[in-house]
Protein backbone atom coordinates (compact mmCIF):
# COMPACT_ATOMS: atom_id res chain seq x y z
CA UNK A 1 0.00 0.00 0.00
CA UNK A 2 3.15 2.38 -0.70
CA UNK A 3 1.90 5.51 -2.82
CA UNK A 4 4.55 7.53 -4.20
CA UNK A 5 2.88 11.10 -5.42
CA UNK A 6 5.61 13.27 -7.53
CA UNK A 7 4.73 17.51 -7.90
CA UNK A 8 6.51 20.58 -8.48
CA UNK A 9 6.77 20.25 -12.67
CA UNK A 10 5.97 22.61 -14.86
CA UNK A 11 6.61 24.98 -17.89
CA UNK A 12 10.28 26.81 -17.85
CA UNK A 13 12.53 28.30 -19.64
CA UNK A 14 15.98 27.22 -20.40
CA UNK A 15 18.39 28.32 -17.34
CA UNK A 16 15.80 28.40 -14.99
CA UNK A 17 14.81 26.12 -12.24
CA UNK A 18 12.34 23.70 -10.72
CA UNK A 19 11.85 21.48 -7.26
CA UNK A 20 10.44 18.30 -7.72
CA UNK A 21 9.02 16.55 -4.51
CA UNK A 22 8.09 12.45 -3.79
CA UNK A 23 5.85 12.27 -1.06
CA UNK A 24 5.61 9.18 0.10
CA UNK A 25 2.93 7.20 2.27
CA UNK A 26 2.63 3.74 3.62
CA UNK A 27 6.61 3.36 4.66
CA UNK A 28 9.26 5.29 6.30
CA UNK A 29 11.39 7.16 3.56
CA UNK A 30 14.60 6.47 5.68
CA UNK A 31 14.28 2.29 5.22
CA UNK A 32 15.41 2.43 1.57
CA UNK A 33 17.41 3.82 -1.06
CA UNK A 34 15.93 6.49 -3.63
CA UNK A 35 15.87 7.00 -7.30
CA UNK A 36 14.61 9.78 -9.97
CA UNK A 37 13.93 8.56 -13.01
CA UNK A 38 12.41 10.38 -15.83
CA UNK A 39 10.90 9.56 -19.28
CA UNK A 40 10.80 11.88 -22.45
CA UNK A 41 9.14 11.36 -25.22
CA UNK A 42 9.26 8.36 -27.36
CA UNK A 43 12.49 7.38 -25.14
CA UNK A 44 12.80 4.60 -22.29
CA UNK A 45 12.74 5.45 -18.83
CA UNK A 46 16.02 6.45 -17.50
CA UNK A 47 18.24 6.92 -14.29
CA UNK A 48 18.79 10.58 -13.07
CA UNK A 49 19.77 10.45 -9.34
CA UNK A 50 20.47 7.75 -6.88
CA UNK A 51 20.41 8.70 -2.83
CA UNK A 52 21.44 5.85 -0.08
CA UNK A 53 19.73 5.01 3.20
CA UNK A 54 23.24 6.89 4.32
CA UNK A 55 22.93 9.78 2.49
CA UNK A 56 25.36 9.00 -0.58
CA UNK A 57 24.26 10.35 -4.00
CA UNK A 58 25.35 9.85 -7.26
CA UNK A 59 23.68 11.07 -10.88
CA UNK A 60 23.62 10.26 -14.10
CA UNK A 61 26.61 12.13 -16.81
CA UNK A 62 23.73 14.01 -18.23
CA UNK A 63 22.29 15.58 -15.01
CA UNK A 64 25.75 16.15 -12.92
CA UNK A 65 26.55 19.30 -11.94
CA UNK A 66 22.58 20.95 -11.93
CA UNK A 67 20.84 18.50 -10.30
CA UNK A 68 20.90 17.23 -6.85
CA UNK A 69 18.78 14.76 -5.11
CA UNK A 70 17.76 15.35 -1.33
CA UNK A 71 15.77 13.77 1.06
CA UNK A 72 13.55 15.00 4.25
CA UNK A 73 12.78 12.04 7.03
CA UNK A 74 10.25 14.31 9.10
CA UNK A 75 8.36 14.90 5.89
CA UNK A 76 8.99 11.77 4.39
CA UNK A 77 9.65 13.10 1.07
CA UNK A 78 12.57 12.85 -1.73
CA UNK A 79 13.65 16.17 -3.48
CA UNK A 80 15.12 16.77 -7.16
CA UNK A 81 16.31 20.19 -6.88
CA UNK A 82 16.97 21.16 -11.02
CA UNK A 83 19.19 24.16 -11.89
CA UNK A 84 20.57 25.33 -15.48
CA UNK A 85 17.73 23.38 -17.24
CA UNK A 86 17.77 22.52 -21.18
CA UNK A 87 15.25 21.21 -23.45
CA UNK A 88 16.64 17.99 -23.69
CA UNK A 89 15.84 17.41 -19.51
CA UNK A 90 11.74 17.13 -20.64
CA UNK A 91 10.77 14.27 -19.53
CA UNK A 92 8.34 12.89 -17.27
CA UNK A 93 9.56 12.69 -13.96
CA UNK A 94 9.46 9.61 -11.68
CA UNK A 95 10.57 8.97 -8.03
CA UNK A 96 10.71 5.12 -6.66
CA UNK A 97 13.49 2.91 -4.57
CA UNK A 98 16.32 1.24 -5.73
CA UNK A 99 15.95 -1.98 -4.36
CA UNK A 100 12.53 -2.88 -3.34
CA UNK A 101 10.54 -1.15 -6.43
CA UNK A 102 7.39 -0.16 -4.88
CA UNK A 103 4.38 0.69 -7.86
CA UNK A 104 5.39 3.90 -9.94
CA UNK A 105 3.48 6.81 -9.58
CA UNK A 106 2.08 9.20 -11.72
CA UNK A 107 5.28 11.11 -12.35
CA UNK A 108 5.16 15.08 -12.46
CA UNK A 109 5.56 16.69 -15.91
CA UNK A 110 8.62 18.87 -16.79
CA UNK A 111 8.88 21.21 -20.14
CA UNK A 112 11.61 23.32 -20.74
CA UNK A 113 10.93 25.35 -23.68
CA UNK A 114 11.87 29.33 -25.50
Known amino acids: QVQLVESGGGLVQPGESLRLSCAVSGSFLGFDNWAWFRQAPGKQREWVAR???????NYADSVKGRFTISKSGPENTVYLQMNSLKPDDTAVYYC????????WGRGTQVTVSS
Open 51 to 57: ITIGGTT
Open 96 to 103: NTVETGYS
